[in-house]
């Protein structure tokens, strides 16, 4: 089950990372996260995949921030590419923005909520880009199955699967580690270290503000800690330079300024644990 996304080996044992911004704010913002972000990741010698979103199109409000638009943001997407020469990835939420966007993109990501849906997963696979499926909130390990055999069965074996958390009573998540074990018999995985930490819908809309989501940042390195333990190929992270002025998901994302400490953090518990399994 190994691939490569650019200079990124996938299902090698080599842990890479997944992050940027929740949604591209502007070119500016997205290129200076772009190398923030790939400046630790290459001093660190961990393989980068930046990540943001050109429409958020499962937004809490209405009034909410979406994003550029797939034109605009698939330029940017591509901006970013050749100036930082990271892999870029974004989700898509229609079949028939696949194509245009895998023009721009090296993943294609296939949001939790529509983990089932057939025609946009068969649309992303004939692309043949690399596809990222998180698990929906709502779906079984085990069933993720389902949604990896579309994939291959239309000919594309270049697929992710990634755990983000399961619903767990009412604006709750909870990871169940042993998910990330069951999934990895069916592709390779990778956990969303900071959609796990968030808190759905349970932001308050306060003086004029649209209702969001709200999070607990503080749990993210835990976690992440625990899911490299369990052995994952790779961390997904939603990492921002200011997220309290986050237009998206501010409340769950992890400030740049942890993330070398971060990444320490993990890479030591992958030495350790490699080391004592040899």
Not at 146 to 167: F, P, Q
Request: charged share 25%.
């Amino acid at each position: 089950m190994e691939f490569e996304i650019g200079n990124v080996h996938v299902g090698s044992g080599e842990l890479f990372l997944i992050a940027g911004p929740c949604v591209i704010e502007s070119e500016a913002h997205a290129l200076k996260m772009a190398e923030g972000i790939s400046t630790i990741t290459r001093e660190m010698r961990v393989p980068y995949i930046f990540k943001a979103s050109y429409d958020k199109a499962n937004r809490t409000s209405l009034k909410s921030f979406r994003g550029p638009g797939i034109k605009e943001g698939a330029r940017i997407l591509r901006k970013v590419a050749e100036t930082h020469r990271v892999p870029v990835l974004t989700d898509i939420h229609e079949p028939e923005h696949a194509e245009r966007v895998a023009e721009a993109v090296d993943v294609l990501q296939i949001p939790a909520f529509l983990c089932r849906q057939t025609d946009l997963l068969v649309a992303a696979a004939k692309t043949g880009r690399a596809i990222n499926v998180k698990k929906g909130q709502f779906v079984a390990p085990w069933d993720m199955r389902h949604a990896v055999e579309k994939i291959r069965e239309s000919g594309n074996d270049r697929v992710l699967l990634t755990e983000r958390g399961s619903s767990f009573g009412y604006n709750n998540l909870i990871v169940d580690m042993r998910s990330l074990t069951i999934m990895r018999n069916l592709a390779p995985v990778v956990f969303d270290a900071t959609h796990s930490v968030q808190l759905p819908s349970a932001g308050a809309g306060e003086n004029g503000k649209p209702q969001q989501s709200g999070g607990q940042p503080e749990f993210i390195p835990i976690l992440s800690r625990a899911a490299v333990a369990v052995g994952v190929d790779g961390v997904f992270m939603e990492v921002h330079d200011n997220p309290a002025q986050a237009k998206s998901d501010g409340a769950n994302a992890l400030p740049l300024s942890k993330l070398k400490e971060t990444l320490s953090q993990l890479l030591a518990v992958q030495r350790s644990v490699h080391s004592q399994a040899h």
